[in-house]
């Protein structure tokens, strides 16, 4: 209860000094894409961090908890683009989910809003870690992290995104749109079996200032999942691609 609550907080904090960081970014599409509205399922630390991002760039955004009540300051904050709602009340309010939830949480997750994210674009951050998520970890480990999301959410129209890195380092490559970055925007591997989705994912991931870069299918998430080598870059796109033996 007491970590839920720091943790709620540093998420809060974050979210105050992203308002702050990127309010001069004019609310336009950086790529001129078109808004969406999107669900954040946990709005927590990643979660928080790249929802607000999205509500910067103009995009509408549910925050979901499971205690709704809890975000009313960070969605006050944010302006009337950001809500907050439960997570079933964030999948049927978005054009997109984003899941930013523990690991560990996946299965009981799964049976409560599985069924409601058949047919939809579903972003998933999430990381298995042996210390916070167990069998779920060895189940990670066994079979892959985009095949495991995939069992816990078969209908849904997956991407791994935003998952390969610290959310403070999400939060402080992306100031100005990314457009101050020495060097050009940072890369966020994404990958995904769905071109409709992956489309999507590439939009959300620039309109966060980040550069995509498509890993491959959905069973490549391997290859920048935790703990592995294309994991933890601040690498440009074509650094990335060159890293991870990705064509253009
Ligand atoms: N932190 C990072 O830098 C980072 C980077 C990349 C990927 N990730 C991954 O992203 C996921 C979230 O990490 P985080 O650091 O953002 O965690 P966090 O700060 O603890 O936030 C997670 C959110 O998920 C919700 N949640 C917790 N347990 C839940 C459950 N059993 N069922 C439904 N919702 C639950 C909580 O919201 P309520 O209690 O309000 O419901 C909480 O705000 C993890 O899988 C992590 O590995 C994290």
Redesign the pocket.
């Known amino acids: 209860m007491r970590s839920?609550r720091v943790?709620?907080r540093?998420?809060l904090a974050l979210a105050a000094g992203l308002s702050l960081a990127v309010s001069a970014i004019p609310v336009q599409a950086q790529d001129g894409a078109k808004k969406i509205r999107i669900g954040v399922?946990?709005?927590?630390?990643?979660?928080?961090?790249i929802g607000t991002l999205w509500v910067k760039d103009g995009h509408e955004v549910m925050f979901?908890?499971?205690?709704?009540e809890?975000?009313a300051s960070m969605v006050s904050e944010l302006g009337p683009k950001a809500k907050a709602g439960t997570?079933e009340e964030a999948i049927k309010f978005g054009d997109a989910v984003f899941?930013?939830?523990?690991?560990?949480?996946y299965p009981?997750?799964a049976k409560?809003i599985g069924p409601a994210l058949s047919g939809k674009i579903v972003l998933d951050?999430?990381?298995?870690?042996q210390r916070?998520?167990g069998a779920l970890y060895d189940e990670v480990q066994a079979n892959g992290i985009g095949t495991t999301s995939a069992k816990y959410f078969p209908g849904a129209k997956l991407v791994r995104a935003?998952?390969?890195?610290?959310?403070?380092?999400?939060a402080k490559e992306s100031a100005d749109g990314g457009k101050a970055r020495a060097g050009g925007r940072m890369a966020i591997p994404i990958a995904g079996d769905d071109p409709e989705a992956l489309k999507v994912a590439e939009g959300l991931v620039r309109d966060a200032g980040f550069d995509p870069v498509v890993v491959g299918p959905l069973k490549e998430a391997d290859r920048f999942a935790?703990g592995s080598p294309g994991f933890g870059h601040e690498l440009t796109a074509p650094e990335l691609r060159e890293k991870l033996g990705v064509a253009k």
Do not use: C, Q, W
């Open positions: 839920d943790t709620r540093a998420a399922i946990g709005a927590g630390n990643i979660g928080g961090t979901a908890s499971r205690h709704p809890t975000l997570p899941i930013a939830v523990p690991y560990k949480a009981d997750l409560e951050a999430g990381n298995a870690t916070r998520d935003f998952n390969a890195a610290n959310y403070k380092v999400f935790m």
